[in-house]
Structures are given as C-alpha cells and as structure tokens.
C-alpha cells in the first residue's frame, strides 16, 4: 500500500537499507502524489553508470499525465567537500567520498513550486547500514532537480492524455524494466490493477 508524503522521505532510506544490506545497488525511486493523493510510486530499471536521465525521463512521462504537484526521487551517489580541489579518487585506495542517498523532492502543491535536497551519508559495515549526517538544502541544483520541478511546472500540459496513451506508457515502463505500482485512483481511473510490475 502507498503511503503518505511526508512518510515517503522515510520509506526511501528503508528501501535503500534493504537493498544495501542485501548485497545491491540502491534502486532509483519516484513517487509522484496530488496533494495527499498518492499517484504512482516506482523503482527505475537498471541504466549504466550515470546514465540517469533517459530511465528517468520514461517515468516522468507516466508521471505528468496524472497531473502530480508533488515529486520525490532518491537515488546513491558520492559525495565530497566543495572545499576539496579535485573529488578525493585514489588508484590505490579508491573511491574516498562519502557514499549518500540523495533525496530530491518539488512541491508545487500550495504556490509556487519549491524544490529541496535532502543528503542521508551513510556506510555499510560488516553487511549493515549506518547513517550518518543529514544535510537538508534548499533550492534543488542539477539535472535532476530541474527534471522534477519541469514536470511539476508543466503537468498541465498534459492533461489531454487519455486513459489509453498512459496505460501504454505505463506498460511500456513495464516492459522496460521499471517497477511501477499505481495509486488507487489511478487505476482506477486507467480501468487497472493498483500494482502493476
């Protein structure tokens, strides 16, 4: 079952613990909601390192049909002091930066759309998972960030789809590899399933 916004800040570090702990990399996940509606929650599929932007792109595609004024993305990465003059990467001893869970939400659903970072650090140690700092920015800087606050900005746009073309984009999603549930009034509204895989 979906959960609530302000739970999915949450459900994110839970499900990247689970990951990491079992041996993984932390799978990429969006949520998008209405308000306090949940409209879709998704794992992305698997892309080549760094490659984010097309796998990302396809679930936003789903995402801004469903007129969403609220995302969330979380996704691991590295980390390393702005005051350092070259990320701290060694041949000998690898890589040195801080491993993080990056999670960047937009919220469009009371005014104009605000946009945070949310940093979680964190290492895994002897097969468990301990967070560390939380480092909460605002204004949201990247690809990403930009993404999201564009499909919050211009979900109008995208109203005239019909049940039929984001059933297939839904499907599509599927097929290629993303794991994509559906909020009730979602499908319900699609004439679908409230899971879909």
């Not at 739970?7 to 932390?26: C, I, K, N, S, T």
């Not at 549930?181 to 699609?190: M, Q």
């Amino acid at each position: 079952m979906m959960q609530q916004w302000d739970q999915m800040e949450e459900f994110m570090v839970a499900e990247a613990a689970r990951d990491l702990e079992g041996g993984r990399d932390v799978r990429p996940c969006l949520v998008a909601f209405a308000g306090e509606t949940p409209l879709l929650l998704a794992f992305v599929r698997p892309f080549a390192k760094g490659a984010y932007q097309k796998p990302l792109i396809e679930l936003m595609a789903l995402a801004a049909p469903l007129d969403p004024d609220r995302l969330r993305f979380s996704i691991s990465g590295r980390a390393w002091s702005m005051l350092d003059p070259i990320p701290p990467v060694d041949d000998a001893l690898g890589d040195l930066r801080q491993q993080v869970l990056a999670i960047e939400s937009v919220d469009g659903s009371a005014g104009p759309v605000r946009a945070w970072s949310t940093i979680h650090s964190y290492e895994v140690v002897e097969g468990a998972v301990r967070w560390g700092e939380v480092n909460r920015l605002t204004g949201g800087e990247g690809w990403i960030p930009h993404a999201l606050r564009e499909t919050v900005r211009m979900r109008h746009e995208f109203r005239g789809a019909s049940p039929a073309d984001i059933r297939a984009q839904a499907g599509r999603c599927a097929r290629l590899g993303h794991l994509v549930a559906l909020g009730p009034t979602v499908a319900d509204r699609l004439g679908l399933p409230a899971q879909r895989s």
